[in-house]
């Protein structure tokens, strides 16, 4: 079975803090991929990142970095110097590659990010 | 490039009406087309999916159901509404089978009363 843990429901911080958020999955699937979408509160999911999973590789994109770790099971996402812009909810996802079309998301975490 | 487009943005209707959400897709040929629900400060819970033209997967039972009449249109129809289905649904699409991320509609809010 695939599952995506989110374990945190919910983080405040303040403009400018750092900021890390937890995504944890298991798959039996020797290839899969990784996402994150960020929901403002407008409500529309928007795609921010997908990872491969034979390759490990970080990547970093402007403040967003993103830390996949195989050994773990874990795809973490990190926001430097936050911004109130940053306050959204944030869903991890996963899709394995064994004929399915399904893709698993966490529960999600709110990041409240204040000014 | 591919756009999303669902409508209505939102939706009052009362326990008992009939529901119809349609979701178009532009720019791309063959979509995997998604529904999906979304309850007031919840996650995402997968409705249907389909992998071609009349081709629908359900993934829970209940009052609603999904068709695709065209390529890139996606209709999620109920006959009777129940105040559970009230929430934020989200149609999505992706591309082949394997390597594509979803992108995802603007989304109706639906309230039943």
């Known amino acids: 079975a695939q599952k995506v843990t989110q374990a945190q429901t919910e983080i405040s911080v303040v403009e400018k803090e750092d900021v890390t958020l937890d995504c944890v999955y298991e798959?039996?699937?020797?290839?899969?991929?990784l996402f994150w979408y960020k929901q403002p509160p407008s409500g529309e999911l928007v795609f921010l990142i997908r990872r491969n999973s034979f390759d490990e590789q970080n990547e970093i994109s402007g403040r967003y970095s993103w830390n996949f770790q195989k050994s773990t099971s874990s795809f973490n996402f990190t926001i430097t110097a936050s911004q109130v812009v940053d306050s959204a909810v944030y869903f991890c996802a996963l899709k394995g590659t064994s004929g399915t079309y399904k893709y698993i998301f966490g529960t999600g975490t709110r990041l409240k990010v204040l000014a | 490039s591919q756009t999303i487009h669902q409508w209505p943005a939102t939706l009052v209707q009362p326990v008992g009406s009939p529901l119809s959400l349609e979701c178009t897709v532009e720019g791309t040929s063959n979509p995997n087309l998604y529904w999906y629900r979304q309850a007031a400060g919840r996650g995402l819970q997968l409705l249907f999916y389909?992998?071609?033209?009349?081709?629908i997967s359900s993934e829970v039972p209940q009052n609603l159901s999904a068709s695709r009449p065209q390529d890139r249109q996606f209709i999620l129809s109920s006959k009777k509404l129940l105040l559970s289905d009230s929430g934020f649904y989200l149609c999505?699409?992706?591309?082949?089978?394997?390597?594509?991320?979803?992108?995802f509609g603007p989304g109706t809010r639906l309230t039943v009363t």
């Open positions: 389909s992998v071609g033209i009349g081709q």
């Open positions: 798959t039996r699937d020797t290839t899969y991929y």
């Open positions: 999505a699409w992706s591309e082949g089978q394997d390597t594509y991320e979803q992108y």
